[in-house]
């Protein structure tokens, strides 16, 4: 959070940044692209900034609001004292702990609009838990050098055309190797992010692991925009 927005995104983009302040690079080992989050403190809207994969980053405005339940039950973690509230989104129920002590209405992801800081967060699927376990001054001059290097260019797109995206890339999952071509030239090798390397003659296997990964990470916090696979 700034003076300026609140902004969910990879811890990782972080560090990065606070390397390039000091060595004037971006990333290091083990940092990769993820998708991330933007909301103005003047505005409700969220900007989505979502990376499914292949060589872009689309932007989706959306407003996000939650229906709070605030309940009775009290309990007490790491001296704040916090209070119970439960809410629907995104297909899935949800369970918050918030304090007053911190009177900011926030939480991670996109959850907000309680009395106070939402210090714990899960479903009732258990699939996704948040907790704060630290907090930490940003500097005033603090810059997302990591994150402001794909905003300008990130294309708009609505909900529809990311999902037909993604089924595009579940149906050629390296269509965006050798810049666009859906085959590797003779001779060549495929290198994936994960370092493997793959000939021509091991691209069909490969392409049906690709796909059984696709699957087995579509189970995002807003279950109801889960891609329907085939």
């Not at 811890?11 to 690079?25: H, K, P």
């Not at 702990?97 to 899960?122: A, H, R, S």
């Amino acid at each position: 959070m700034t003076k300026e927005d609140i902004a969910y995104y990879n811890r990782l983009n972080y560090i990065s940044d606070s390397t390039f302040v000091v060595t004037g690079q971006h990333g290091f080992k083990g940092n990769r692209l993820t998708s991330f989050l933007i909301k103005k403190n003047n505005s409700n809207i969220y900007q989505n900034y979502e990376y499914i994969g292949d060589v872009n980053f689309y932007k989706i405005s959306e407003e996000a609001k939650q229906q709070w339940n605030i309940t009775d039950s009290i309990k007490v973690s790491n001296n704040f004292r916090l209070q119970k509230a439960t809410t629907q989104f995104g297909g899935r129920n949800w369970i918050a702990w918030f304090t007053k002590d911190i009177p900011m209405p926030y939480g991670p992801y996109k959850f907000n609009g309680l009395p106070g800081l939402i210090m714990e967060l899960y479903d009732t699927r258990k699939d996704y838990y948040f907790n704060v376990i630290k907090s930490e001054k940003i500097p005033d001059d603090y810059k997302r050098h990591s994150l402001n290097n794909y905003i300008p260019r990130a294309i708009p797109v609505t909900q529809k055309d990311l999902n037909r995206l993604r089924l595009d890339l579940y149906s050629n999952p390296f269509k965006y190797a050798f810049n666009g071509a859906l085959t590797i030239p003779e001779g060549k090798k495929l290198l994936l992010d994960d370092g493997t390397v793959l000939s021509k003659e091991q691209l069909k296997p490969a392409e049906a692991n690709e796909r059984k990964k696709l699957k087995s990470f579509n189970n995002p916090i807003e279950l109801d925009k889960a891609v329907k696979y085939p």
